[in-house]
């Protein structure tokens, strides 16, 4: 059998960067620990550095300037840490894929720095530090960068499958970094819905050497398939000879809970809580799996953990305010639900969480038995949803129906879903939710007729647009598609049909700009509403094909 890499590759040589010229960022809330560091970069000839004493001071220098390098403490004191800063930099796209971040840290704390496993740095940096061990990390780190720097740009443009080709183009004749762009590859075809290519590619990696990351990627393609059996197998060998891999106990939590063991997902998640107790989206999910269990004990304590934890960071979330106010409810706390309500919606103002936050209200009145209560929220609710200008989630939806029926209100619980079966009208499973909620309150005749309705009219409008093409009535196609557009805004297929529409348009056209950020810009939030989609890939790849101003954007 061929390998992908080799075992013992020779090192290739690589010519080290200027560093005099670049422009650094130094993070660190002692003035002594900048100074020293400030003074090494001044003995290399580095003429640019920004300093900055705390996260805050760190977010304001990352959003003003572009550096080619940044130097950050983990430990900031009081508000973010450094894993929060560079979590910030990369999710709001403050960084380039060129930028190096090294992280710096005293030996104790390298534990929890390495516990954050979504926004890894490029490097770590243990106390003490000496100018020569900054140097030839540096010049290493830059080297690698070299070899990805074409690919992290096709994959900033989201051309995933141009990134893909390209990581063959490296792999033909760099065998120093074939691993590394293996596994590249292998995630850019995932993101790519091509699975099965990336299924080939992981077992080609796992035929030399069993890697955790090759083994938990396999599993992650049998989740996306509904193999959920066979990922949870996959998933515990890999925590078995690998117990601080992190990811794997996330993918085998939801394959667990796919397969409705849900204690099992509750015990996997508190294990990997215990490796890495900062992090904020495992906290919330140990919460949602202990809450559903009614282990109000846990569930309390994930919950509070994910918000405090989350006070400083992007990644901070709803769900968790939200869930321990559930919580409170069922203890009969319901003086501190309702703070906890006010807490989430000035912290996150906006129509969702306003709508999330009435459907808690009204679930905290409705458990504790007050009916009078519980209907003013499902009233006050269904004025919310009246006025609101988006579209809640899918889970947000049901639950919204589920309660405005519970308390009596009908018109605006068969409008949300008859809105919301416009958006999903290809998916079965929600069709049937749909109906078992109608049948709960014995509306099962009009919830039949609303489905079928409700999905007639969004087929009947998509195909509509869809024949305008065809008949090659491009202008009119693009104006019916994008009335459908508005009509159902969170509509998969209906948003795949008016991309590719508009890129017809501008093949046979002529290139247009507008038409072509239009398209883009709709291409990016259906990989928002469902990522790893092939047909975004292929769409992506066609526009990025079309113009250099396009794909560089």
């Known amino acids: 059998m061929s390998t992908i890499f080799d075992k013992n590759p020779t090192p290739t040589s690589t010519p080290t960067s200027d560093w005099v010229n670049k422009h650094y960022l130094l993070i660190d809330d002692f003035s002594?620990?900048?100074?020293?560091?400030?003074?090494?970069?001044?003995?290399?000839?580095?003429?640019?550095?920004?300093?900055?004493?705390?996260?805050?001071?760190?977010?304001a220098a990352l959003t003003r300037n572009r550096y080619d390098v940044v130097l950050c403490d983990y430990n900031l004191g009081a508000g973010r840490t450094g894993q929060q800063v560079l979590e910030e930099a990369k999710i709001s796209e403050l960084i380039g894929p060129a930028c190096i971040w090294l992280m710096i840290s005293a030996e104790k704390s390298v534990e929890s720095v390495m516990g954050a496993a979504e926004y890894q740095p490029d490097g770590y940096l243990i106390k003490p530090i000496t100018e020569g061990l900054l140097l030839a990390r540096l010049n290493r780190i830059w080297s690698k960068k070299q070899v990805f720097k074409e690919i992290d740009i096709a994959f900033e443009a989201k051309d995933y499958l141009k990134a893909a080709k390209l990581c063959d183009q490296r792999l033909a004749s760099d065998k120093l970094h074939a691993l590394d762009l293996a596994r590249m590859k292998a995630s850019l075809l995932q993101k790519s819905g091509e699975p099965e290519q990336a299924r080939e590619v992981y077992q080609s990696v796992l035929a030399q050497r069993d890697f955790p990351?090759?083994?938990?990627?396999l599993a992650k393609i049998h989740l996306q398939n509904g193999e959920d059996e066979t990922a949870r197998l996959l998933l515990q060998e890999v925590i078995e000879n690998n117990p601080n891999y992190l990811d794997a106990y996330d993918q085998l939590a939801q394959a667990q809970q796919n397969l409705g063991l849900l204690a099992e997902a509750e015990k996997v998640l508190e294990s990997a809580v215990k490796l890495s107790p900062n992090s904020v989206l495992r906290q919330k999910n140990l919460g949602n799996v202990a809450l559903k269990l009614g282990n109000i004990e846990t569930a309390e304590k994930a919950f509070r953990k994910s918000v405090a934890v989350g006070e400083h960071s992007i990644l901070r979330t709803p769900d968790s305010y939200l869930g321990l106010a559930r919580v409170c409810g069922q203890k009969n706390e319901?003086?501190?639900a309702l703070q906890l309500l006010s807490t989430v919606q000035t912290e996150f103002d906006n129509e969702e969480v306003r709508l999330r936050a009435k459907i808690t209200e009204g679930l905290v009145y409705h458990e504790s038995g007050d009916w009078k209560r519980a209907r003013k929220s499902g009233e006050e609710m269904g004025q919310l949803l009246a006025e609101s200008s988006g579209h809640p989630d899918v889970e947000t939806?049901?639950?919204?129906?589920?309660l405005l029926f519970a308390v009596g209100v009908k018109d605006a619980p068969v409008e949300l879903l008859r809105v919301l079966i416009k958006?999903?009208?290809?998916?079965e499973q929600l069709a049937a939710q749909v109906q078992q909620i109608f049948d709960k309150a014995r509306m099962?005749?009009?919830?039949?007729e609303m489905l079928s309705t409700a999905r007639r009219e969004a087929s009947e409008m998509m195909n509509h647009g869809v024949m305008l093409w065809k008949e090659n009535k491009l202008t009119e196609a693009v104006a019916w598609m994008r009335n459908a557009r508005s009509a159902m805004p969170v509509n998969t297929r209906v948003l795949f049909n008016c991309a590719h529409i508009m890129i017809a348009a501008l093949k046979t056209q002529g290139f247009d700009s507008a038409l072509a950020a239009e398209a883009r810009e709709i291409l990016l939030q259906v990989d928002k509403l469902a990522p790893n989609q092939r047909r975004f890939a292929q769409l992506m790849e066609q526009l990025s094909a079309l113009s250099p101003a396009v794909e560089n954007s």
């Open 397 to 402: 939806s049901l639950d919204m129906a589920r």
């Open 444 to 448: 099962s005749e009009e919830g039949a």
């Open 213 to 217: 990351w090759a083994k938990t990627g």
């Open 334 to 336: 319901s003086k501190e």
């Open 423 to 427: 958006n999903h009208h290809e998916d």
């Open 32 to 59: 002594s620990m900048r100074g020293l560091l400030r003074e090494m970069l001044r003995s290399l000839g580095v003429r640019h550095v920004d300093q900055a004493a705390n996260g805050s001071e760190a977010v």
